[in-house]
């Protein structure tokens, strides 16, 4: 038992990103309002921008940028210990993935206004039934 | 045995395929069009006989075109066996030809340029299967064949047709995916190879249960052989014109699944498999069945194409029966009842359109005292009956005495009984139609109206008068098949 | 020249943004642009497949920055392959579908292109990328165009449709990225090549486990295989017919040649088929989504649904060949990838004109459609012929390949599903064709009436061109299927 909780307290960090995925896929899955789903769509999305930022970190460091890097005199004399910086990397990975979210987001809103637009309604069971109404398909 | 590369296979089966778009081109001009057919048709042949004395003289031709994997390739080989079914195959169709003409014609049927399109189509398949080298190129062949001779069967697209149809689709097209597909994908699998060789392809991989297995799914699923419980496509087709019943089933489809059957056998598992896993005999049954419940549904048939269908049923398992009594002189009897068979056949098919062409009659009864006004049409009606039943002096009969002695040869005397009690079941059906036509009471008979000879149009009398006479002709001199055969089969 | 592999996937990017910006000024021109941005595309791929097969593969390293921190496309035989199919079908289609974007999209067509090209540069850039990260944005970009193709066609129910396909596209992609989130954990690398080099000693490892079934399962999602297929079927249907001719044929294949590629690229087949044991699972899978797909396809009465069920009855058939574990069933599902983009492209440009002349494809509109537009109908027919598996198509030739793997693996029942499939798709297909052929044209019929003409309607020129050759190239591809396999295929297999 004492190692589950140790496993737990260790890796908090871990465990709230996957309940946050896991309340995220909740509301896509099983909220009727077409808004709600898009929110859950990007606690979801956020979730996992979330865990890759925490897999850079690294106890005692700091964030990673260097202090007088272009120009300065005494720049490149001092060494640079990676351990010091926290990794970089995901950080720039999540940019691209922060747009993309963005973007999806973005188009996901202007097809729910076209939706609504329509249908002047945004629960998905009245939206079902009203299209049962407008007849056979092309 | 020596083997020469030449594209004249290739060429042969495409000279129909090219005729095509000229035909279609032609559609407006029916005389242009009927033209080009025949010019296909006689190149065919003339390309056919000129690769007959090369293989006569016990060398083979070949020609690979595509290598789809190792020992699977599409090509073509031409030996003895396939040499004597694409003949009957290209002289039948310039026949054929003529016939389809005067019936189109005759009855101012819609559509001709699509049926003679699709006609040339099934030929150039036929002559394909005939020449194919492996089991990859004659399933490959068959399965055109097929769909090939859909648009034929459902010529006239009326709601008959479409049931028609569909019940011929299913019992071609789903046995040779259900069945023949993993049953040759399965003997690449075990063995690496598909082409036909004269002692099989398998070195000792099979066991008994396995070989009956592959067997049967191969005997069952080249459905075309109308090897019942699959034959039903066959009286089906009949809805078909006649041009299309007599060439396709009876000479083309039916004969392709056949022969793709004889070459399992032979190609495939080789003769001396087959003895020593004692399988002869199950096909042997399996094919007595077929001919003796055919022969008597054929009895209860009246329409006059559903009772020829129904002996084609049965003669074309004589065929199987004669490849799987697996002894030479059986061998010789089933493989060349392909020809003897096709051109009885094919006349009295012939004689069925002409009697519709002429009278508009389809059913048996209706035909009394038929023989005084179309005299010629019955009595050709009357030779391909002898050729069928096995009666001298027709082909026939050269086949069934074969086929006799070869139950005798193999040991298999019970079999003998079903030989002949089936020819006199074929007797049965046969000759009450001959002789009430040209001994029953007419209705211009009843009323006393002198009778006058109104044959159908020169058009459908000539060709069944040919193959009535080859027919006999093949009686006296059937030793160039003989020949074929022995060569191609190494007996 | 060194750079093709970054023309194939720059330039439609290019084209993209001037058929935009044409789009806003000059709108007749984005036509030409976009046909010229494609025109090159295909171009470099042709010479980059060339060069790959004579002198091997192709390391590029955009802007030269050296990996694993740059991103490296990696050319070998298989993208190659896939990379000259996306390019040619997205070419092609582009030029049938002139006129097809005319009348469903008349007043956005400049926007039309735009959107179209950057779909093909998402779709390029997937296949020739040798970057995990990559890959994701790449998906990403490639979801998003048809997110947004999708809501333009049917006004209903597109937009619905699409916020569906949406949130589950979403979720596939967000688990692939999560699974390659697992991978850098462990491995510190996000280069494939790399990162196969560094798991070659992590097999036992429980995150490398989890990273790969979550990347397979967000693959999985975005390839439609069944039970995440739900998708598919109202996307494909309610989406402009010249965006369903390019992203049936293509999207869910190059998610097939994602799926491949991690798995011999990334991982490694002996990870999986070693370590893992889940091969017999998922071969079981793709037997049920093979025959879930042919079924449901029975079930539909308009074409173009019918026609999505059954590409996933063809997805089930790639991803059991690939799982079967023998170089016999890799073959099969990399030359479907082929055979299938192929037959599905020929289906839709046959489906695309049907719908351009009847504006409807219930299957009660197509009545007597033989006779009405025989060019067209060929076409589909020898499509058709090619699914159901008729040689000398190519679709025999890779059910040849599947069957023969699953017999040599023993999994006799894909082989049966494939037998199956192949059966329902013959009553599918003789169905449509009974309706087209046997419903009775108004002229009147049968004996007596030879000389009938009936008037025909065909579809544009530039449909039924694209339409031969692409009907050409399905019995050429099947024909020469033994030159495919030994030139390209076996030899990546090596």
Redesign the interface.
């Known amino acids: 038992m004492t190692d589950l909780l140790t496993l737990i307290v260790a890796k908090y960090n871990y465990w709230l990103y996957v309940i946050l995925m896991m309340i995220g896929l909740y509301a896509m899955i099983a909220k009727n309002n077409l808004i709600k789903k898009l929110v859950g769509m990007n606690i979801f999305q956020t979730a996992i921008i979330l865990f890759y930022v925490s897999i850079g970190y690294k106890r005692d460091a700091t964030i990673p940028i260097i202090q007088n890097a272009h120009g300065g005199n005494d720049a490149h004399a001092a060494v640079i210990h990676a351990a010091d910086y926290i990794n970089p990397l995901p950080h720039v990975l999540m940019l691209t993935a922060i747009v993309v979210s963005v973007a999806t987001f973005g188009v996901a809103m202007a097809l729910a206004v076209r939706v609504y637009q329509r249908y002047q309604t945004l629960e998905e069971d009245e939206l079902r039934m009203r299209l049962v109404d407008i007849g056979p398909e092309k | 045995m020596e083997t020469i590369i030449s594209i004249k296979p290739l060429l042969a089966v495409l000279v129909s395929l090219f005729v095509i778009p000229v035909l279609v081109s032609s559609s407006g001009k029916p005389n242009v069009r009927e033209s080009w057919i025949f010019v296909a048709g006689a190149v065919k042949l003339v390309l056919v006989l000129s690769m007959l004395p090369v293989i006569l003289e016990g060398k083979q031709i070949a020609l690979t ?5 190792p020992g ?3 090509a073509f080989r031409v030996d003895g066996l396939g040499m004597l079914f694409a003949i009957v195959a290209a002289s039948l169709y310039i026949v054929t030809s003529i016939y389809s003409i005067g019936y189109m014609r005759g ?4 559509g ?1 340029t699509r049926f003679v399109s699709f006609f040339a189509l099934a030929i150039s398949a036929t002559i394909g299967a005939a020449f194919s080298a492996n089991l ?1 190129t004659l ?2 062949f068959y ?2 064949l097929s ?1 090939a001779t859909y ?1 034929l069967v ?1 010529h ?3 709601a008959t ?2 049931i028609s ?2 019940r011929y ?1 299913t019992f071609i ?2 046995t040779s ?2 069945l023949v ?2 049953a040759m ?2 003997c ?2 075990v063995t690496g190879t598909l082409e036909f060789s004269t002692a099989g392809i398998f070195t000792g991989q099979l066991s008994k249960p396995a070989a009956l297995v592959l067997l049967l799914m191969f005997v069952f699923g080249f459905a075309k052989a109308g090897i019942m419980p699959f034959h039903t496509w066959l009286p089906a087709a009949m809805v078909a014109p006649t041009p299309v019943s007599a060439l396709l089933h009876a000479v083309a489809v039916v004969k392709v699944g056949v022969f793709s059957i004889v070459r399992v056998i032979t190609g495939i598992f080789g003769v001396d498999l087959l003895a020593d896993f004692n399988l002869g005999v199950v096909v042997m049954s399996i094919a007595s069945v077929t001919i003796l419940v055919s022969s008597c549904i054929a009895l209860s048939q009246d329409e006059l194409k559903r009772r020829l269908a129904y002996s084609t049923i049965s003669q074309l398992s004589y065929i199987i029966f004669g490849v799987a009594l697996l002894s030479p002189q059986g061998l010789t009897g089933g493989v060349i009842h392909i020809a003897m068979h096709a051109f009885g056949k094919i006349t009295l098919f012939f004689c069925a359109g002409a009697i519709f062409v002429a009278t508009g009659k389809k059913y048996i009864s209706q035909m009394q005292g038929l023989g005084k006004k179309m005299p010629f049409t019955f009595a050709a009606f009357f030779v391909g009956a002898l050729g069928v039943i096995g009666l001298p002096p027709t082909g026939g009969f050269y086949s069934k005495w074969n086929l006799i002695l070869g139950t005798l040869e193999a040991q298999q005397t019970i079999f003998m009984l079903v030989l002949l009690v089936s020819s006199f079941l074929n007797a049965f059906y046969f000759l009450p139609i001959v002789f009430k036509a040209f001994f029953g009471k007419s209705e211009e008979e009843d009323n006393k109206t002198p009778v006058k000879i109104q044959e159908a149009n020169l058009c459908l009398v000539i060709p069944l008068i040919i193959t009535a006479i080859i027919s006999v002709v093949l009686f006296f001199y059937p030793t160039m098949f003989v020949n074929l055969i022995k060569i191609g089969l190494s007996i | 020249m060194d750079n093709y592999p970054a023309i194939i996937v720059i330039t439609p990017l290019l084209a993209a943004l001037l058929a935009g910006i044409a789009a806003w000024t000059e709108e007749r021109l984005s036509y030409p642009i976009a046909l010229i941005g494609l025109a090159v595309s295909m171009f470099a791929a042709f010479k980059v497949l060339m060069q790959v097969i004579t002198s091997g593969t192709i390391n590029y390293r955009m802007a030269g920055w050296a990996p694993p921190m740059g991103i490296e496309y990696t050319i070998d035989l298989l993208n190659a392959m896939v990379l000259l199919i996306v390019a040619s079908i997205a070419f092609f289609n582009l030029i049938a579908s002139y006129k097809s974007v005319e009348q469903e999209t008349n007043d956005r067509a400049g926007s039309f292109y735009a959107i179209y090209l950057l779909f093909v540069t998402g779709l390029l850039g997937v296949t020739a990328t040798g970057d995990l990260f990559n890959l994701y944005v790449l998906i990403e970009i490639t979801s998003l165009t048809s997110y947004t193709m999708v809501a333009l066609g049917d006004r209903d129910r597109g937009p619905l449709a699409s916020l569906n396909y949406i949130f589950i596209g979403v979720i596939g992609a967000s688990f692939y990225l999560l699974g390659v989130g697992y991978l850098y954990l462990k491995t510190g690398s996000l280069n494939m090549v790399d990162v196969a080099n560094i798991l070659s000693g992590l097999h036992g490892s429980s995150t490398i486990l989890v990273a790969f079934i979550l990347c397979m399962l967000g693959i999985w999602i975005k390839m439609a295989l069944f039970p995440m297929h739900v998708w598919l079927p109202n996307a494909y249907s309610y989406s402009p017919v010249a965006f369903a001719r390019i992203v049936a044929p293509l999207m869910t294949k190059v998610m097939v040649y994602v799926m491949i590629r991690l798995m011999i690229t990334v991982f490694g087949l002996d990870y999986i088929f070693e370590t893992l044991n889940l091969s017999e699972a998922v071969v079981w899978l793709a037997t049920i989504a093979v025959l879930a797909g042919a079924v449901m396809a029975l079930a539909q009465k308009n074409l173009k649904k019918m026609l999505a069920y059954i590409i996933v009855c063809e997805i089930g058939y790639m991803v059991g060949g690939a799982w079967m574990g023998n170089q016999l069933g890799m073959t099969g599902a990399i030359l479907h990838i082929l055979n299938d983009a192929l037959m599905t492209f020929a289906l839709f440009l046959a489906v695309g004109s049907m719908v351009y002349k009847l504006k409807r494809v219930d299957f009660i509109d197509l009545k007597g459609l033989f006779g009405k537009m025989p060019w067209t109908m060929a076409g589909f027919v020898l499509a058709a012929f090619s699914i159901i598996g008729v040689p000398p198509t190519c679709g025999f030739f890779s059910k040849w390949y599947l069957i023969l793997g699953a017999f040599e693996a023993g999994a006799y029942h894909f082989a049966a599903a494939l037998v199956i499939s192949s059966l329902i798709c013959a009553v599918l297909f003789f169905k449509v064709f009974e309706i087209c052929f046997f419903e009775p044209m108004p002229e009147g019929h049968g004996h007596g009436d030879s000389s009938s003409h009936v008037t025909i309607e065909e579809a544009p020129l530039s449909m039924l061109i694209v339409s031969g050759l692409v009907s050409i190239s399905l019995i050429v591809a099947g024909l020469y299927s033994g030159t495919i396999v030994n030139t390209i295929i076996l030899p990546f297999l090596q």
Do not use: V
């Open positions: 075109l595509f290598e789809i994997a699977a390739a599409i009855l101012n049927e819609h001709q990859l399933y490959l399965e055109i769909l648009p459902t006239h697209q009326d047709s479409r149809g569909r689709l097209l789903g995916i259900a597909l993993p994908i399965y690449y699998h």
